[in-house]
């Protein structure tokens, strides 16, 4: 009931025709050449807000674990105001998110402000966004489908500030850190809470840099910096006649993945002795090739490296520690839970394929896509089916499958087969 009354509250503060704050007339349109969140600043004629509620049904067909879950969104956004909400419910509790929360200052006709909670989200590839330095710490819900984490995550308090022009883009970005209080409205509180402390947990300052070089051949560069020091990015993409080819690149000096969770999270002294934990230069890197018909069936692959990733020699290190003790089997899978909030690739070699096509009958859509660890051949693949009944509500059915050995990446997860049903209502 309290969920319901929440629900309520929200929708009629946001669409009181009393909040003058908006203006109409103001200049609505912004161009840039970044994947990410200024892609709200354009503007399509209608309503500024957009509401859906979505209906979960989630099952491990291999088990007996079910679970269901109702979410109400609202998004709002004009020239000088985004906010973008949630609240969710697996009909036992509940859970209100403040996804984004920010004001839009036009300063000139080619420089804009933004200052509050944003879900900034960089990068150019489809499996795994390597220069995407804002990632992790607020995900929403669990999820191993990169797509879900990246667009379902709570965004970072921060301040930006955006330069256009015809051929390039230049961005700053500054998000300070905030302290952990347990009972302070900033943290992660049990029905209601900002969740800061996870989004901002340390300082960080960005320097982004989007060049379009010729017609077809665009590139970024990135420069981060957080609690482990200086990270690099570059991006590259060249489009042409259907086909979309493009090179993700990262490079810091900071721990392995594993390495990381191990000293963050103060596991024993075992698990330090069996892997590295020293600082080193690690380079992660997507390189793709997509390719669109003309009937819009979109076919991709990409190759994704981490050179602080778990290889044959990793992995087998990894499972012959969780069968010594209980206890070391719970570190570990801490380990690997660790690196899917913080969206980051635990093998050193991955393969990511997809493929998407749209009306395939009936105004269905099909779409299939699958993470193959290339070190020891285990893999995870989704298939999905969408249905537009009408322009307002959208069914949706996927069946989530880990293939692989006992002892292998994808194969060791508990969650063997997921299937998923889902209603959306737009209004």
């Not at 879900?148 to 995550?153: C, E």
Request: no cysteine.
């Amino acid at each position: 009931m309290r969920a319901i009354l929440i629900i309520l509250f929200l929708s009629l503060v946001l669409h009181s025709e009393n909040f003058d704050f908006f203006d109409k007339d103001e200049d609505q349109t912004r161009e840039s050449t970044t994947k990410e969140q200024n892609a709200t600043h354009k503007e399509d004629g209608n309503s500024p807000f957009k509401t859906n509620i979505e209906l979960i049904h989630k099952s491990d067909l291999e088990g007996e674990d079910d679970s269901q879950n109702i979410t109400f969104n609202q998004t709002f956004s004009d020239a000088r105001l985004h906010i973008d909400y949630d609240v969710s419910s697996d009909l036992d509790d509940y859970r209100v998110n403040i996804k984004e929360a920010y004001i839009k200052s036009k300063l000139s006709s080619n420089i804009f402000f933004d200052i509050g909670r944003i879900n900034i989200r960089e990068g150019i590839s489809l499996g795994y966004n390597a220069t995407d330095y804002f990632k992790g710490g607020g995900i929403n819900f669990d999820s191993l489908a990169t797509s879900d984490r990246q667009g379902n995550r709570l965004g970072s308090l921060l301040a930006q500030g955006t330069l256009f022009s015809d051929n390039y883009t230049l961005k700053l970005i500054y998000s300070p850190k905030i302290n952990t209080d347990p009972d302070a409205f900033w943290s992660d509180k049990e029905h209601i809470g900002l969740g800061l402390d996870t989004t901002n947990y340390t300082h960080r300052y960005g320097i982004d840099l989007d060049v379009k070089l010729f017609k077809s051949l665009s590139s970024s560069f990135a420069l981060h910096n957080n609690e482990e020091g200086w990270h690099f990015g570059s991006r590259l993409s060249y489009a042409e006649e259907g086909w979309i080819l493009y090179s993700e690149n990262s490079i810091k000096k900071s721990y392995s993945s594993v390495s990381k969770a191990i000293s963050e999270l103060e596991f024993s002294d075992t698990l330090k002795e069996n892997f590295d934990i020293d600082k080193k230069y690690i380079y992660q890197g997507s390189l793709g090739a997509s390719y669109t018909t003309e009937n819009n069936t979109a076919i991709s692959l990409e190759y994704i490296y981490n050179s602080g990733g778990l290889d044959e020699d990793g992995w087998n290190r990894y499972f012959e520690l969780s069968s010594i003790s209980a206890g070391l089997e719970r570190q570990l899978s801490a380990v690997r839970k660790y690196h899917k909030v913080n969206e980051e690739m635990m093998g050193k070699h991955t393969l990511f394929g997809r493929i998407s096509i749209n009306d395939i009958f009936l105004n269905t859509d099909f779409s299939f896509f699958s993470f193959v660890d290339l070190s020891d051949g285990s893999s995870m693949s989704r298939a999905t089916v969408k249905y537009d009944y009408n322009e307002d509500i959208i069914f949706e059915a996927s069946i989530t499958k880990m293939f692989g050995e006992d002892q292998s990446e994808y194969g060791s997860l508990d969650d063997d087969t997921i299937a998923t049903a889902k209603v959306t209502y737009h209004f």
